[in-house]
Structure formats: C-alpha cells, structure tokens
C-alpha cells in the first residue's frame, strides 16, 4: 500500500530564514501533490498544487518542487514569519480523482 | 461567503448513542467530501457524495456508519453505535467540480467526536 511520510520532527526555525518540509512517498506514482497548512483545532487549508510533469510551482513566499523520480516533494517558505508556525500537511492523489492520501504533518515554529 | 460550515464543533457521545455530523459546502460548491483524522494520525478519506449520490464511499466502515448529501440541507456524516474507537476529528471538504485535483478542498473546521 502506498506511504507517505513527512519530517517527523518538528521544525523550529528563526524569523526571516527558509524553511524545508519534505514529504517523501512509496509504493504509487501520484499525478498531482498539494500541501496544505493546519492550524490547532482547525481544518487544512489548500496552499499549493503541482502536477508530476510540473518540476517547481511558486506562490507569494512559497515554493514547492516536485520530482517524480525521487519520489519526493519539497516545500520552501521563504523570509518566514512567526505567523507562519502551523502543521504543514502534504497530500497525494489516489488516482481516483476522489480522494486524497494525506501525510501526518510537519509542525514547524518560526522564532522570532 | 461563510465557508464550509460544520456542525457541531464538539459532541459527546455515549457508548452505543448516535452521532450525526452536518456539513454544508461552499455557495457554489456541489461536491462534498468526509475525511477522518486520529490523534497522531494522517486525513484518512471516508466518502465523496454530490448531490443525492454517493460517488465514492471506499473509505467508509461497512458497518454503522452512512453519509447523506439531500436535494436540500446540508450532508450528513451519520455514526451509529459509537464506539471509544470513533473519537476523532471528522472533516468535511468542498469543492467546485469533481476531484480536487484542480481547485484544492475547501475544509471546514471539523468536529471533534468524543465517544465516552
């Protein structure tokens, strides 16, 4: 069965340096991979999508890379910000176009 | 435009009661999608309904548990006989079109079942 798994730490990092998620995968060959940021009691919110013939999609201070042969995404945020601590979720298409398999989370505290 | 509304944002069962789990989608959005999350845990899919059908319920437990999206009214997660073993967070997530390869979902804010 497929698998997914993101840092299993938590990252701290200092305000204004860039932080690096990774969400590793097994087992399947995803078509499209979002990352999504959780905060506590609250649902995921949708931040990027890149498609497997997509290598890098940009948004704002987000970067996120795609590599299909490494089976591996990373996420960037770039100049980060104490508001940008959150649980930073990535998710993979089960090549049903229904659903989602979801990664457990990285929880990443930007330090002021 | 408020969102995804999820209702309520606790509940506390008993062992053995019912628990229902209302969701309405985004104004515009007609897809709807039930997601499970444990305690230390990824979003495990449970169901994909549109509008009087249910698309995919692939993640669904075969017993006690069914979904519901009406003509009218908001989709209903429905648990019968809860268990310890259900406590959990339970999200509902909207989108435009069919899969959410395209847009991303639209998540409301859950609610937190625990089952006592």
């Known amino acids: 069965s497929q698998k997914i798994e993101q840092n299993s730490e938590a990252l701290n990092i200092q305000e204004g340096k860039t932080a690096t998620l990774t969400c590793n995968y097994t087992?399947?060959?995803?078509?499209?991979l979002q990352w999504y940021r959780q905060d506590p009691g609250r649902g995921p919110v949708f931040l990027l999508l890149?498609?497997?013939?997509?290598k890098e999609k940009r948004k704002e201070r987000l970067k996120v890379t795609f590599d299909t042969t490494l089976k591996q995404s990373l996420f960037h945020i770039t100049a980060s910000q104490p508001a940008d601590s959150a649980t930073y979720l990535c998710?993979?298409?089960?090549?049903?176009?229904?659903?989602?398999?979801f990664g457990t989370g990285t929880s990443l505290t930007v330090i002021p | 435009n408020a969102g995804v509304m999820q209702n309520p944002r606790h509940l506390v069962r008993r062992r053995g009661q019912e628990a229902r789990l209302r969701c309405s989608p985004m104004?515009?959005?007609?897809?709807v999608y039930w997601y499970r999350q444990l305690p230390e845990e990824g979003l495990k899919f449970m169901v994909y309904?549109?509008?009087?059908?249910?698309?995919?319920e692939s993640g669904m437990p075969k017993e006690r548990f069914s979904a519901e999206f009406p003509k009218e009214g908001p989709s209903i997660l429905r648990i019968q006989q809860v268990v310890r073993g259900d406590s959990a967070a339970y999200f509902c997530?909207?989108?435009?079109?069919?899969?959410?390869?395209?847009?991303?979902?639209?998540f409301g804010s859950g609610t937190r079942l625990t089952v006592v």
């Open positions: 309904l549109q509008k009087e059908n249910i698309i995919d």
């Open positions: 998710a993979l298409d089960a090549n049903t176009g229904n659903q989602f398999y």
């Open positions: 890149i498609r497997e013939n997509e």
């Open positions: 104004k515009g959005h007609s897809h």
């Open positions: 997530a909207s989108s435009p079109g069919q899969g959410a390869w395209n847009y991303g979902y639209t």
């Open positions: 087992n399947y060959s995803p078509a499209y």
